[in-house]
């Protein structure tokens, strides 16, 4: 039997994960020039639901734990394509066009468009990934070989043990964009066409939307876009925009992997410096953490 | 966004705008000037050489000549374009909203070589409606007339581009009664005599659902 | 059949195995010596060589320039108002705690053995005094006073004594302190007291000996002076307001509030040779 024992029930646990849970909030904003155009996303996301389980196997179990999106949206800044009307030709002749009309292009440059996406209703992940617990112990790397432990902790480079959830398994299937995300894309074009078109007569923009053709043939065009363009969607913010790595990331080191859940000093205060008298401090050794199906135990002994 | 492309609705030979072009051949060798003009206000001044070793067309933009004589200080010398025996010299507006027109002379002469305002035989008048409606297109020196008829196109699932330009014959008549184009779409008048040529919109369509 | 968790009761729970405790005891009279070592400042000074049992002390006192022993006035001669004294010195130089059930056998008149519940303490207290030598004595007679004169005699007064001005207190000489070492063992629970969130963990000493001092009453005298000591002194110092401890989460994520479990029956509970505590758990904004 080790000669401290502390226990922590799967319940406890139940409830710290439930508050720890409730209080995440996670925003960020990107964006990435991907060659031909730039992308970017405005995520502000929440967590729901989710399970966890204390397992006989030394590991603990978060299962089924949903991503809610408060906001997510993207933009895809394009260049569309210029367009320009005359360049028609005046004088033919049989050895070609001996004369043309001066073109005259509509836009100044090639004009850059942003397309807005809500991609809230998109975003259905669920997260379950399996950890193990282990301890570590943590020399810190600034202290000097040799310095005695009082002067360590004077200088704030105390040693420390350390408990980890150390990741098994992840399972984050960050989106599910319906076949609808096709019309979405169009219908943001259609918007942004809008925008950029303002000031013009209703027949200018028709004009000039014909001349331009089906918008999302456009948007193909520049953005040379599969026919699947769900899963053009899913890469783009999930691989390019590495949105799927970034919340994965953010979720592992939430619940632990790089962050101990807890840190022990090592040596252990005792006794606190006063009047002078240096702090009662206490080593601690074999220091061990395990789960059973009921609870976490960490066990330690005194050096 | 150039939206004064959209905002000339109507055309005139006379008075140039964005839209339009002039053609006009100088057929003898020769050393002309010209004045660029917005109403009878002359704006610029400019010189053609006709004569061989010169490149068949060369194009003259009205409004850069207004822009170089406003700045005379960077660009003291007159400029001058050249073009070969029976080349072509291809009037146009590049930018703005004002109307021009162009007079070109040999030095000394009281005879224009080339009056914008006052079409010859031969000159031709290239222009581009883009506003959907019927016109009337007429000449102002003379009784020829036709009507324009420019089609609402509407964004569809196939890419519109215009099609080929078409020719019209103006002088004391046009040479067709009715002309049916699409927006964006190249309009050729050849002036057959003298002709100051004049598209006026007198219905415009607004398209099915009207303007929006 | 399902094997009995430790937090059946609670929602953390925490045990501290006597072996464990009498190992951070050694750790605190190793490095905070002055808390069991107590002498005069002539003790202190060399304390190596004049406390009786000599104290195992961590180096990074003596390093860091903590005292060993906590300096007391000299014992007082009686009589002398106060102006003599001697050196002393008292230390507990072994202390060690034993959680029920008994390892080793308790004096019978503490019972023999621990009853549920029931911690014992041992302590092996060195002292001494530090006698003056004979050749002091020889060499600085007492001041000399009146001596008695005899009712009804005839001889009178010759008044030799001289009244002495007043003088500074003076510690007798001595080349080393007289050295005894006693074994004491107390035996004691836990008991908490108060309402909730205000409860306070008590020790109450249930019984002490010290083994083998003759006469009986003397041993007596010496046991109830330390009881009344324990009781008056170190056990008022010894109550611990059972904490009530507010972690505040990293990334501001609230808080979370741990407090002694109030449904078990004995919370903190000394069984098993363990010290057990359960505790409750709450989190929060």
Redesign the interface.
């Known amino acids: 039997m080790a000669d401290i024992t502390v226990a922590a029930s799967e319940d406890a646990f139940r409830e710290f994960f439930a508050h720890v849970r409730d209080e995440f909030a996670f925003a960020q904003s990107d964006s990435a020039d991907l060659g031909p155009f730039v992308a970017g996303y405005s995520i502000d996301i929440r967590l729901e639901d989710g399970t966890v389980d204390l397992r006989n196997d030394n590991t603990i179990s978060i299962s089924e734990l949903d991503i809610d999106p408060v906001v997510f949206s993207g933009f895809i800044g394009v260049d569309i394509p210029e367009i320009c009307?005359?360049g028609?030709?005046?004088?033919p002749s049989p050895w070609g066009c001996?004369?043309r009309?001066?073109r005259?292009?509509?836009?100044?440059d090639n004009?850059d468009i942003s397309l807005s996406l809500d991609l809230a209703p998109f975003l259905r992940a669920e997260v379950s990934f399996i950890g193990s617990l282990l301890t570590r112990y943590f020399v810190n790397p600034a202290r000097p070989p040799g310095m005695d432990y009082l002067t360590a902790e004077d200088t704030g480079l105390e040693n420390q043990w350390q408990i980890f959830i150390d990741t098994e398994a992840v399972d984050l299937d960050l989106f599910d964009f319906a076949d609808i995300a096709g019309d979405l894309l169009e219908a943001a074009l259609d918007a942004a066409i809008n925008t950029?078109?303002g000031?013009?007569?209703?027949?200018?923009?028709?004009?000039v939307?014909?001349?331009?053709?089906?918008?999302i043939?456009l948007v193909r065009a520049v953005l040379d876009l599969p026919d699947d363009i769900d899963e053009w969607l899913s890469d783009l913010f999930g691989v390019s925009l590495g949105l799927i790595d970034l919340i994965a990331q953010v979720l592992l080191d939430f619940f632990a992997r790089e962050n101990p859940i807890n840190v022990i000093e090592d040596p252990f205060p005792i006794l606190p410096a006063a009047g002078g008298l240096i702090p009662v401090k206490v080593p601690l050794t074999d220091f061990t953490v395990r789960v059973t199906d009921d609870e976490m135990i960490v066990e330690a002994n005194v050096g | 966004?150039?939206?004064a492309?959209?905002n000339q609705i109507g055309l005139d030979s006379g008075a140039l705008g964005?839209?339009g072009?002039l053609?006009h051949a100088f057929a003898d060798p020769g050393h002309y000037v010209g004045t660029a003009l917005v109403g009878d206000d002359p704006r610029g001044e400019f010189e053609i050489v006709v004569a061989d070793d010169s490149p068949?067309?060369t194009?003259i933009d009205l409004s850069a000549l207004g822009r170089l004589r406003r700045d005379p200080c960077c660009n003291p010398d007159q400029p001058a374009f050249r073009v070969a025996p029976g080349g072509?010299a291809?009037f146009?507006v590049?930018g703005g909203h004002e109307r021009w027109a162009v007079l070109v002379g040999e030095p000394r002469s009281r005879e224009a070589e080339f009056d914008s305002r006052s079409l010859g035989h031969g000159d031709?008048f290239?222009a581009?409606v883009?506003?959907?409606g019927t016109y009337k297109v007429r000449n102002a020196h003379g009784s020829g007339s036709t009507e324009l008829v420019v089609r609402?196109?509407?964004?569809?699932?196939?890419?519109?581009?215009?099609p080929?330009?078409i020719s019209i014959g103006m002088g004391s008549q046009a040479s067709r009664k009715a002309v049916r184009v699409g927006?964006?779409?190249?309009i050729?008048f050849e002036a057959t005599e003298k002709a100051r040529i004049v598209v006026a919109l007198v219905e415009?369509?607004?398209?099915p659902s009207?303007?929006? | 059949m399902k094997v009995v968790a430790l937090t059946d009761f609670s929602d953390l729970f925490g045990s501290f195995h006597e072996r464990g405790l009498n190992q951070v005891i050694r750790h605190v009279m190793a490095k905070r010596p002055s808390l069991f070592n107590y002498g005069t400042a002539w003790v202190a000074q060399d304390w190596e060589k004049r406390l009786c049992c000599r104290p195992e002390v961590a180096p990074e006192v003596i390093t860091r320039s903590n005292p060993v022993v906590t300096v007391e006035q000299p014992l007082p001669v009686p009589g002398t108002n106060s102006i003599l004294g001697l050196n002393w010195a008292l230390q507990i130089a072994d202390l060690a705690i034993d959680i029920h059930a008994s390892d080793r056998e308790l004096p019978k008149e503490l019972g023999g053995k621990l009853a549920k519940q029931q911690l014992a303490l041992f302590a092996r207290v060195c002292g001494g005094i530090g006698c003056p030598s004979r050749r002091f004595l020889d060499a600085f007679p007492p001041v000399a006073l009146d001596p008695w004169t005899v009712p009804g005699a005839s001889n009178t007064l010759m008044r030799t004594a001289v009244v002495a001005p007043p003088r500074d207190p003076v510690t007798l000489p001595t080349e080393g302190l007289t050295c005894f070492e006693l074994d004491l063992y107390a035996t004691a629970h836990a008991r908490v007291m108060g309402p909730a969130g205000a409860q306070v963990l008590e020790i109450v000493v249930d019984g002490l000996e010290i083994v083998d001092i003759e006469p009986q009453g003397l041993e007596n005298s010496l046991e109830c002076y330390a009881m009344t000591l324990i009781r008056f002194v170190l056990m008022p110092r010894m109550r611990v307001l059972l904490p009530v401890f507010v972690f505040n989460l990293p990334l501001g994520l609230g808080s979370v509030t741990v407090k002694a479990a109030t449904t078990v029956p004995n919370n903190p509970a000394a069984e098993d040779d363990q010290i057990k505590l359960f505790v409750d758990m709450e989190v929060g904004p």
């Open positions: 009307i005359g028609f030709c005046i004088l001996v004369i009309a001066p005259i292009c509509v836009f100044d004009p950029l078109l000031p013009l007569p209703g027949w200018a923009k028709d004009l939307k014909a001349i331009f053709g089906p918008l043939d | 966004m150039r939206t492309v959209f964005l839209l072009s053609v068949p067309s194009h072509r291809v146009h590049g031709l290239a581009t883009l506003r959907p609402y196109v509407r964004p569809g699932k196939e890419k519109y581009t215009p080929d330009p927006p964006a779409q190249g050729i415009p369509d607004d398209g009207g303007d929006r």
